[in-house]
């Protein structure tokens, strides 16, 4: 059963577009991520927030940029696309973040850029 | 930082046969070691993990092993059924947070 939504579930557009994912999970968990799978099913970590705050951020384009509401809100905005930024996006979230959890996963956006 | 290889890329078997799927990792620090499950058109999710203090570890079907000499763990799927068909990811984390480096992934066909 979902417990981790993501819209939308595609989005097709063009270089140098602004485009914005939603990501909320009605968990109650404290921690969410944003990974980027790639045409190969290559999975990376991109950002992850405890409670609101930034607690990882990897080497990732400024022109990502995560925002969250509150805890259960965390969404992901590309200033201008680029072709590379192709791929499916993935959030995720975990009771509270410290290592070792489990992690549950949205069913993705599919960003196809033309 | 941890590099994660998974060994397999594509695995293919007869149903009711096993399979399995092996990874290594870089980082000695390294003490969880998850599995993930994607099937076709759908989102990952968690299928079996395991922890540094222990070598193996079994669920129905599913056995993950680990050896931290080699720094090697497998998923052993035995009795396999054909919704078993699916891209299986191993993963691995270092460091203080929840960060989990994933694996390329291994596509999985189980074949009636």
């Known amino acids: 059963e979902t417990a981790v939504f993501q819209t939308p579930n595609y989005h097709v557009t063009q270089v140098g577009n602004e485009v914005s994912f939603n990501c909320k999970q009605t968990l109650g968990h404290d921690t969410m991520y944003w990974y980027k799978q790639d045409s190969k099913k290559l999975l990376k970590i991109m950002f992850s927030y405890n409670n609101k705050q930034l607690i990882v951020n990897e080497t990732v384009p400024r022109r990502f940029s995560p925002q969250s509401s509150d805890k259960a809100h965390l969404n992901l905005r590309i200033k201008s696309v680029e072709p590379e930024d192709s791929a499916v996006y993935l959030c995720a979230s975990s009771l509270t973040g410290v290592r070792d959890e489990r992690l549950f996963f949205g069913h993705g956006t599919k960003l196809s850029v033309l | 930082g941890e590099k994660v290889e998974q060994h397999e890329s594509t695995l293919s078997v007869r149903e009711g046969d096993s399979a399995v799927i092996n990874c290594t990792y870089t980082d000695t620090a390294s003490s969880y070691f998850p599995w993930y499950k994607q099937e076709a058109g759908k989102s990952l999710h968690f299928v079996i993990d395991?922890?540094?203090?222990?070598d193996r570890k079994q669920s129905q079907r599913l056995t993950v092993l680990l050896d931290k000499k080699a720094k090697r763990f497998s998923l052993h799927i035995t009795a396999t059924q054909p919704e078993d068909s699916a891209i299986y990811f191993c993963a691995a984390i270092s460091g203080s947070f929840n960060k989990l480096t994933f694996g390329a992934g291994t596509r999985l066909a189980v074949c009636p």
């Open positions: 395991i922890r540094s203090n222990v």
